[in-house]
């Protein structure tokens, strides 16, 4: 399950990284896509904003060294992310129900948020009803990509990062012209053991598509 490696690669590089500078884009390329597909993977998976998960792993270690150390309010506010205490303070407020000062009180107790790890858990044995649905024909269209099968988890990130910081991936969205039914996405085709074909695409109804 390549998929489960490489997204807990993402995690270990946030975790490390809590007390300090986290490059979203740094993260996205241990889970080998782009930082836009790889915040929305995250957040589909677990439920939480990606944001929000970061927030609250600080807030939780910012509230264990305030129990077992003698370390300084703002300092900590600095250490995790926050312009000033007083930021620090409210959003500690938010999560812990009681502000930094208190936090050293004996006997005051504090939330914890755990750390994310992703695994699979294979089940069955049990009947479901489905069906098969042909839909109408759609055209998909966007920038492509030929690389060698065995260097695709270094060349398709790279990929990403060339389409967005150029705005291309923003360009074949507006090229939907805001089509409800459209969807980027990537597909892969025409592969063989050695060469893969890697696109960046819209997937839309045959009508809906711009001459530009």
């Not at 399950?1 to 270990?12: F, G």
């Not at 500690?92 to 006997?107: C, K, T, W, Y």
């Not at 260097?151 to 291309?168: H, K, N, S, V």
Request: some cysteine.
């Amino acid at each position: 399950m390549d998929w489960l490696v490489r997204m807990n690669s993402a995690i270990d590089y946030i975790e490390a990284n809590l007390a300090g500078d986290i490059i979203m884009s740094e993260a996205a390329r241990g889970a080998c896509c782009s930082e836009y597909h790889f915040t929305r993977m995250f957040s589909f998976i677990t439920e939480i904003p990606l944001g929000e998960y970061i927030r609250c792993r600080r807030l939780t270690l910012a509230g264990f060294e305030l129990k077992n150390s003698s370390v300084k309010i703002i300092d900590l506010a600095t250490k995790y992310g926050y312009d000033s205490p007083n930021s620090f303070a409210r959003a500690f407020q938010v999560m812990h129900g009681v502000n930094p000062s208190e936090a050293r009180i004996p006997g005051v107790e504090l939330k914890s948020f755990a750390r994310i790890s992703f695994f699979i858990s294979i089940k069955g044995g049990v009947g479901m009803n489905y069906r098969i649905v042909e839909e109408g024909s759609s055209i998909v269209f966007g920038k492509s990509l030929t690389t060698k099968s065995s260097d695709g988890y270094e060349t398709i990130p790279a990929f990403w990062e060339i389409c967005e910081e150029g705005r291309i991936t923003n360009k074949i969205v507006e090229a939907g012209h805001g089509n409800e039914k459209t969807l980027l996405r990537s597909v892969m085709f025409d592969t063989d053991h050695d060469m893969m074909n890697y696109m960046i695409c819209l997937d839309m109804p045959e009508d809906g598509v711009s001459d530009e």
